[in-house]
């Protein structure tokens, strides 16, 4: 024993060495750290979304970030595989949440809750092969906002489809589009150009590929991967290159084919009902009727849509180039019956925001425009005009906190009074409160604004007002 003791220190030792010399410092592939200018972006949007949220009513939730494996497992089609397994830790299997959607429906489920408007905002975490430029993460926020319970069709759809309107909107990222199409309309449509039923979903992953593979690749995949018959292949191919408004609606439920179609012909009604409802939200020029639009998860069974930002290339192409999905949800309304013992459905409409791929076009933006990014709230600096004022700077900043005001001061004995003026210049505080003995004297405090150099005595006792008139201005 005391020999092989021996030999497994010496391993150790040996092991102890490397690990020294070999120690990086990254952070892991696929996951980013933020700066504090970039978390001053991103604050801005999360604010722009949960404003939009609760506008609409939404009522907020959280669940934990990791579930039981089994709860994850079998929702999400052939993106299973990018599930992050956690080691067993005490008898449970456990695995990261990949989105907020599984986890609610878990949440509605397990407290039989039939009817709520929430919205979730949290990380969720995938195995993909990350591509950081275009903001696609192995860890990354998603902004959930989702109606469940029995409603008349098609409201609280359009609702959640004003909802993308309004904060790509707000947001000013430029042209969007959404896609909208609906499961029912895509599995008529697969049944009658001869796809056996049980090809169905992994076909319907093919489909969701078109936005970034050309046709051709896409049918040599359903054909050669998938094994579908070249003719219900080219069948599919005249469909899915389909997209239009109410006009191409009409046109579907006339076609001979489709419309013999139980399935297709319920979704293209509930299609047109939606096109009328956004009609009166007056959204509709940016919003497409898009039979290629599949969206790959198992569990949508209704109306699915995309939010897409479009470049006009030149002035020359007609058709505009997308750049990425930013949004994207649908109808589940089978999600919940799968965890209710007893198979109760409740029907769920939603809808999720991808914040990394909106901030990684801010990020661009505002590198561009050079604007500069203030990564504090700081109201005002509490300022010495002479040495040995620190206490009287204490007593001030205190007083200034107490009353809500944010402050700071540079924390030093004496500091000099242009590195204090400095000090605000870089970091865009837009006030100073300068103590000097004659303001002590006269119960004031000398109030300046940064940007104008303008002064003004202010008394003592009216200062925290008169900053948060100035500040709430600017």
């Known amino acids: 024993i005391a020999k092989e003791v021996a030999k497994l220190l010496e391993m150790k030792a040996q092991l102890g060495d490397e690990g020294k010399a070999k120690f990086v410092l990254k952070t892991p592939k696929g996951t980013r750290d933020y700066s504090p200018k970039q978390m001053a972006i991103r604050e801005r949007v999360f604010s722009a979304i949960m404003t939009c949220f609760k506008r609409h009513g939404a009522e907020v939730i959280d669940t934990p970030v990791f579930e039981l494996k089994e709860t994850l497992t079998g929702k999400y089609g052939e993106d299973s595989k990018l599930i992050y397994d956690l080691k067993d830790q005490g008898g449970e299997l456990l695995s990261l949440r990949y989105d907020l959607t599984v986890p609610f429906a878990r949440y509605l489920a397990m ?62 990222l430029g042209d969007f589009l959404i896609k909208v199409n609906d499961r029912r309309i895509l599995d008529g449509m697969f049944a009658v150009c001869g796809v056996p039923d049980s090809k169905f979903r992994t076909i319907c992953s093919s489909v969701d590929k078109l936005d970034k593979m050309p046709w051709e690749d896409v049918r040599s995949e359903m054909v050669g991967e998938k094994g579908l018959s070249p003719e219900a292949a080219d069948r599919i191919g005249e469909y899915v290159r389909l997209h239009g408004g109410l006009d191409l609606i009409e046109q579907l439920l006339q076609d001979p084919t489709l419309s013999q179609n139980k399935l297709a012909k319920e979704g293209l009604g509930d299609m047109k009902l939606l096109f009328e409802y956004l009609t009166l939200f007056g959204i509709t020029r940016q919003i497409c009727f898009d039979l290629s639009l599949a969206r790959g998860l198992d569990y949508y069974t209704g109306v699915i849509f995309e939010a897409v930002l479009v470049q006009q290339e030149n002035e020359h192409v007609e058709e505009p180039v997308s750049v990425g999905s930013v949004a994207g949800g649908g109808r589940y309304d089978g999600l919940v019956g799968m965890f209710d013992p007893k198979g109760r459905k409740v029907p769920c409409v939603g809808v999720s925001i991808g914040i990394e791929r909106i901030f990684s076009i801010m990020e661009q933006k505002v590198e561009a425009s050079a604007e500069k990014i203030r990564t504090t709230e700081t109201q005002v600096l509490v300022a010495s005009a002479q040495k040995k004022l620190l206490e009287e700077r204490l007593k001030l900043i205190s007083e200034l906190w107490d009353a809500g005001i944010k402050a700071e001061m540079l924390y030093k004995k004496n500091p000099k009074l242009l590195n204090q003026l400095q000090y605000c210049e870089d970091t865009g505080v837009p006030l100073v409160a300068i103590v000097g003995e004659q303001e002590l004297k006269d119960g004031v405090v000398k109030l300046r604004v940064v940007a104008t150099r303008e002064e003004v005595d202010v008394r003592r006792e009216n200062l925290a007002e008169e900053i948060k008139t100035r500040t709430s201005q600017s």
């Open 111 to 172: 407290n039989k809750i039939t009817n709520i408007k929430r919205y979730h905002i949290a990380k969720v975490y995938r195995r993909d092969n990350p591509a950081m430029t275009r903001g696609r993460y192995r860890e990354f926020y998603q902004c959930d906002f989702d109606i469940a319970g029995q409603f008349d069709p098609m409201i609280p759809d359009a609702e959640c489809l004003k909802i993308v309107h309004e904060i790509l909107s707000e947001l000013q």
